[in-house]
């Protein structure tokens, strides 16, 4: 069952608790316009539309801007979120590089694999797992508690360690500025100084922003 709107008794997560006996389907609140899900145990899950309350439901199309972005997964985060993706790298480099020496026996520098090894690629590893479960927690908050918002583009900075975006924008009457890391291959447009990008803003922390393209 789809429901283009809600009824009057049922709140979204945004506003309020949603009463489980509703039937399961999806739903959008005529107060603030986002829009969640009832899953059919009862539990709730949000998700960002582009759509403004009020508007049809109308199937999403194939690279339609317009269309409803859900929760990426943690594959995506990994893939999408250059901290996470090179949080895996270190973990993976580290581990594969010890391993390797193991059962080759081939040596790697001037010393065999020892204890020291171990405890340094323990500690990359917890290092990177804390990096990893941080990113992926604020990246899913922003996209299930968020709100679709333009930013402009203040700075651009290229280095071997990446892109960083430097961008501008409003919520809630407050001006931010924050600078964001980005893969460049994943944006969509070659973006420069002065443009503007579209960024999902936590509601529940506005500082928490990510920019879109790499997870449409």
Known sequence: MISGVTDC???????????TAQPAGKYKCTGCGNRFVILSNGKIKAYVSFE???????????????AEIQIPSL?????????SNTATIFILVFWGLIFFQLITGIQIGKSEVGSFDFILATIISIIGIIVIIVRTNNIQSAF????????????R????QGTY???????CG??????LPVHASDLKSDYQIGDEIEIIVDKNNPENV???????
């Open 9 to 19: 008794n049922m709140k979204c997560p945004y506003c309020g608790k949603v009463k």
């Open 210 to 216: 990510v920019i879109l393209d790499p997870y449409r």
């Open 144 to 155: 299930g508690f968020g709100q679709l918002n333009m930013s402009r583009i203040l700075k």
């Open 174 to 179: 407050r001006e931010y500025v924050r600078s």
């Open 52 to 66: 403004k309350a009020g508007a049809k439901d109308v199937p999403a199309k194939k690279n339609d801007n317009h």
């Open 165 to 171: 975006l430097k961008v501008r924008y409003e919520f």
């Open 157 to 160: 900075r290229t280095s071997k």
């Open 75 to 83: 594959k995506k985060i990994l893939n999408a979120d250059p901290s």
